[in-house]
Protein backbone atom coordinates (compact mmCIF):
# COMPACT_ATOMS: atom_id res chain seq x y z
CA UNK A 1 0.00 0.00 0.00
CA UNK A 2 1.31 3.63 -1.05
CA UNK A 3 1.94 5.74 1.99
CA UNK A 4 2.56 8.78 -0.37
CA UNK A 5 0.49 9.41 -3.27
CA UNK A 6 0.97 11.63 -6.11
CA UNK A 7 -1.87 10.72 -8.35
CA UNK A 8 -1.16 12.98 -11.16
CA UNK A 9 1.17 11.55 -13.58
CA UNK A 10 1.72 14.36 -15.44
CA UNK A 11 0.93 17.96 -15.52
CA UNK A 12 1.29 20.31 -18.19
CA UNK A 13 1.22 24.48 -17.47
CA UNK A 14 1.72 27.33 -19.86
CA UNK A 15 4.99 29.62 -18.88
CA UNK A 16 4.44 32.46 -16.68
CA UNK A 17 1.62 30.56 -14.81
CA UNK A 18 0.76 28.35 -11.76
CA UNK A 19 2.10 25.26 -11.30
CA UNK A 20 0.19 23.13 -8.59
CA UNK A 21 1.32 19.56 -7.55
CA UNK A 22 -0.16 17.76 -5.13
CA UNK A 23 0.20 14.81 -3.03
CA UNK A 24 -1.26 12.84 -0.77
CA UNK A 25 -0.15 10.47 2.36
CA UNK A 26 -1.80 8.16 4.32
CA UNK A 27 0.68 7.54 7.63
CA UNK A 28 -0.52 10.05 10.18
CA UNK A 29 2.73 9.58 11.89
CA UNK A 30 4.51 11.85 9.18
CA UNK A 31 5.83 15.02 10.36
CA UNK A 32 7.91 15.96 7.83
CA UNK A 33 8.04 16.25 4.29
CA UNK A 34 10.27 17.19 1.03
CA UNK A 35 9.86 18.27 -2.64
CA UNK A 36 12.76 17.00 -4.93
CA UNK A 37 12.74 17.89 -8.82
CA UNK A 38 14.35 15.37 -11.09
CA UNK A 39 15.73 15.60 -14.10
CA UNK A 40 16.15 12.42 -16.47
CA UNK A 41 19.38 10.49 -15.80
CA UNK A 42 20.25 12.82 -12.47
CA UNK A 43 19.72 12.19 -9.17
CA UNK A 44 16.65 14.22 -7.24
CA UNK A 45 17.74 17.78 -6.26
CA UNK A 46 15.89 19.33 -2.47
CA UNK A 47 13.60 22.03 -3.67
CA UNK A 48 11.47 22.53 -0.04
CA UNK A 49 10.90 21.18 2.83
CA UNK A 50 8.04 21.46 5.70
CA UNK A 51 7.84 20.08 8.89
CA UNK A 52 4.54 19.31 10.73
CA UNK A 53 4.34 22.26 12.70
CA UNK A 54 3.88 24.44 9.67
CA UNK A 55 0.64 24.93 7.11
CA UNK A 56 3.01 26.80 4.92
CA UNK A 57 6.65 27.49 3.50
CA UNK A 58 8.32 29.94 1.02
CA UNK A 59 11.10 29.76 -0.68
CA UNK A 60 11.36 32.69 -4.56
CA UNK A 61 8.67 31.12 -6.37
CA UNK A 62 8.18 27.57 -4.69
CA UNK A 63 5.50 27.63 -1.53
CA UNK A 64 4.68 24.21 -0.29
CA UNK A 65 0.89 23.88 1.97
CA UNK A 66 0.29 21.12 4.14
CA UNK A 67 -3.11 20.33 5.02
CA UNK A 68 -2.35 17.67 7.97
CA UNK A 69 -5.91 16.88 8.96
CA UNK A 70 -6.71 15.99 4.97
CA UNK A 71 -2.85 14.61 4.98
CA UNK A 72 -2.52 16.53 1.47
CA UNK A 73 0.22 18.66 0.84
CA UNK A 74 0.46 20.79 -2.55
CA UNK A 75 4.07 22.58 -4.14
CA UNK A 76 3.47 26.02 -6.03
CA UNK A 77 5.80 27.70 -8.58
CA UNK A 78 4.95 30.89 -9.25
CA UNK A 79 6.01 31.67 -12.47
CA UNK A 80 6.24 28.97 -13.92
CA UNK A 81 9.19 28.66 -16.38
CA UNK A 82 10.17 26.08 -18.72
CA UNK A 83 13.44 25.28 -16.67
CA UNK A 84 10.83 23.88 -14.11
CA UNK A 85 9.83 20.95 -16.55
CA UNK A 86 10.79 17.76 -14.53
CA UNK A 87 9.69 15.43 -12.30
CA UNK A 88 8.77 16.68 -9.32
CA UNK A 89 8.71 13.87 -5.72
CA UNK A 90 7.17 14.19 -3.03
CA UNK A 91 8.63 12.76 0.62
CA UNK A 92 7.75 12.32 3.99
CA UNK A 93 9.36 11.04 7.13
CA UNK A 94 7.90 10.18 10.46
CA UNK A 95 11.46 11.43 11.80
CA UNK A 96 10.09 11.72 15.19
CA UNK A 97 10.01 7.70 15.41
CA UNK A 98 12.87 7.21 12.94
CA UNK A 99 11.16 6.05 10.13
CA UNK A 100 12.67 6.86 6.65
CA UNK A 101 11.60 9.12 4.03
CA UNK A 102 9.18 7.88 1.69
CA UNK A 103 8.81 8.79 -2.05
CA UNK A 104 5.49 9.04 -3.68
CA UNK A 105 6.01 8.15 -7.30
CA UNK A 106 6.71 11.17 -8.89
CA UNK A 107 4.91 13.94 -11.08
CA UNK A 108 5.78 14.79 -14.83
CA UNK A 109 5.92 18.50 -15.47
CA UNK A 110 6.01 20.30 -18.29
CA UNK A 111 5.80 23.92 -18.68
CA UNK A 112 5.57 25.03 -22.05
CA UNK A 113 6.83 28.57 -23.80
CA UNK B 1 33.23 20.75 -3.14
CA UNK B 2 31.32 18.21 -0.86
CA UNK B 3 28.70 15.74 -2.42
CA UNK B 4 27.70 12.47 -3.35
CA UNK B 5 29.58 10.67 -5.88
CA UNK B 6 28.25 7.66 -7.55
CA UNK B 7 30.55 5.38 -10.33
CA UNK B 8 30.10 4.47 -12.45
CA UNK B 9 27.62 5.98 -14.37
CA UNK B 10 26.77 3.05 -16.88
CA UNK B 11 27.57 -0.86 -16.20
CA UNK B 12 26.14 -3.38 -18.09
CA UNK B 13 25.85 -6.76 -16.00
CA UNK B 14 25.35 -10.26 -17.84
CA UNK B 15 23.28 -12.90 -16.69
CA UNK B 16 24.57 -14.65 -13.42
CA UNK B 17 26.58 -11.46 -12.37
CA UNK B 18 27.36 -10.05 -9.25
CA UNK B 19 28.38 -6.11 -9.79
CA UNK B 20 28.76 -3.19 -7.37
CA UNK B 21 27.97 0.31 -7.71
CA UNK B 22 30.23 2.83 -5.56
CA UNK B 23 28.96 5.33 -3.62
CA UNK B 24 30.99 8.18 -1.89
CA UNK B 25 30.29 11.35 0.52
CA UNK B 26 32.27 13.94 1.40
CA UNK B 27 29.90 15.47 3.37
CA UNK B 28 30.58 14.01 7.12
CA UNK B 29 26.99 12.50 6.98
CA UNK B 30 26.23 9.79 9.34
CA UNK B 31 23.34 8.15 7.63
CA UNK B 32 23.51 6.66 3.69
CA UNK B 33 21.11 4.90 1.83
CA UNK B 34 20.36 3.45 -1.62
CA UNK B 35 17.51 4.04 -3.67
CA UNK B 36 16.14 1.69 -7.33
CA UNK B 37 13.93 3.90 -9.70
CA UNK B 38 11.94 1.99 -12.69
CA UNK B 39 10.53 3.89 -14.87
CA UNK B 40 7.18 5.76 -14.29
CA UNK B 41 8.20 4.48 -10.42
CA UNK B 42 9.18 6.33 -7.55
CA UNK B 43 12.19 5.74 -5.68
CA UNK B 44 12.21 2.33 -3.54
CA UNK B 45 14.68 1.94 -0.44
CA UNK B 46 16.80 -0.72 -1.21
CA UNK B 47 19.47 -0.41 1.87
CA UNK B 48 20.40 2.07 4.66
CA UNK B 49 23.14 2.78 6.89
CA UNK B 50 22.96 5.16 10.12
CA UNK B 51 26.18 5.23 10.90
CA UNK B 52 29.48 2.69 10.35
CA UNK B 53 29.58 -1.15 10.30
CA UNK B 54 25.52 -1.18 10.55
CA UNK B 55 23.15 -1.50 7.71
CA UNK B 56 19.31 -2.21 7.62
CA UNK B 57 16.89 -3.48 4.53
CA UNK B 58 14.50 -1.14 2.92
CA UNK B 59 11.55 -2.12 1.09
CA UNK B 60 13.55 -4.17 -1.69
CA UNK B 61 16.81 -5.54 -0.10
CA UNK B 62 16.63 -9.30 -1.68
CA UNK B 63 19.28 -9.82 -4.11
CA UNK B 64 21.09 -6.88 -2.73
CA UNK B 65 23.77 -6.56 -0.25
CA UNK B 66 25.67 -3.27 1.07
CA UNK B 67 28.68 -2.50 3.83
CA UNK B 68 29.71 0.31 5.47
CA UNK B 69 33.47 -0.15 6.75
CA UNK B 70 33.98 3.41 6.65
CA UNK B 71 31.52 6.59 6.85
CA UNK B 72 32.06 7.96 3.86
CA UNK B 73 31.51 5.07 1.59
CA UNK B 74 28.66 2.60 1.26
CA UNK B 75 28.60 0.63 -2.09
CA UNK B 76 25.78 -2.06 -3.33
CA UNK B 77 26.35 -4.86 -4.81
CA UNK B 78 24.04 -6.13 -6.80
CA UNK B 79 23.63 -10.19 -6.83
CA UNK B 80 23.18 -12.78 -9.51
CA UNK B 81 19.72 -13.04 -7.16
CA UNK B 82 18.40 -9.98 -8.15
CA UNK B 83 16.30 -11.14 -10.85
CA UNK B 84 15.35 -7.66 -12.23
CA UNK B 85 18.54 -5.40 -11.52
CA UNK B 86 18.06 -2.98 -14.71
CA UNK B 87 17.32 0.06 -12.94
CA UNK B 88 18.43 3.28 -12.40
CA UNK B 89 20.02 3.24 -8.96
CA UNK B 90 20.46 6.60 -7.00
CA UNK B 91 22.52 6.86 -3.43
CA UNK B 92 22.23 9.39 -1.04
CA UNK B 93 23.12 11.05 2.30
CA UNK B 94 21.90 12.62 5.35
CA UNK B 95 22.85 14.18 8.58
CA UNK B 96 21.12 11.47 10.55
CA UNK B 97 17.90 9.94 10.25
CA UNK B 98 16.50 11.60 13.48
CA UNK B 99 16.52 14.79 12.65
CA UNK B 100 14.51 17.50 9.73
CA UNK B 101 17.24 17.22 7.69
CA UNK B 102 17.57 17.43 3.61
CA UNK B 103 18.38 13.62 1.94
CA UNK B 104 21.10 14.66 -0.88
CA UNK B 105 21.43 12.50 -3.98
CA UNK B 106 24.00 11.40 -5.72
CA UNK B 107 23.94 11.84 -9.69
CA UNK B 108 22.57 8.13 -10.22
CA UNK B 109 24.02 5.00 -12.17
CA UNK B 110 22.01 3.22 -14.69
CA UNK B 111 22.43 -0.23 -14.37
CA UNK B 112 21.59 -2.81 -17.65
CA UNK B 113 21.19 -6.62 -17.92
CA UNK B 114 22.62 -8.18 -21.14
Known amino acids: DQQVKQNSPSLSVQEGRISILNCDYT??????FLWYKKYPAEGPTFLISISSIKDKNEDGRFTVFLNKSAKHLSLHIVPSQPGDSAVYFC????????????FGPGTRLSVLP | DGGITQSPKYLFRKEGQNVTLSCEQN?????MYWYRQDPGQGLRLIYYSQIVNDFQKGDIAEGYSVSREKKESFPLTVTSAQKNPTAFYLC?????????????FGEGSWLTVV
Open chain 2, 92 to 104: ASSPDTFSGNTIY
Open chain 1, 91 to 102: AASALNYGQNFV
Open chain 2, 27 to 31: LNHDA
Open chain 1, 27 to 32: NSMFDY
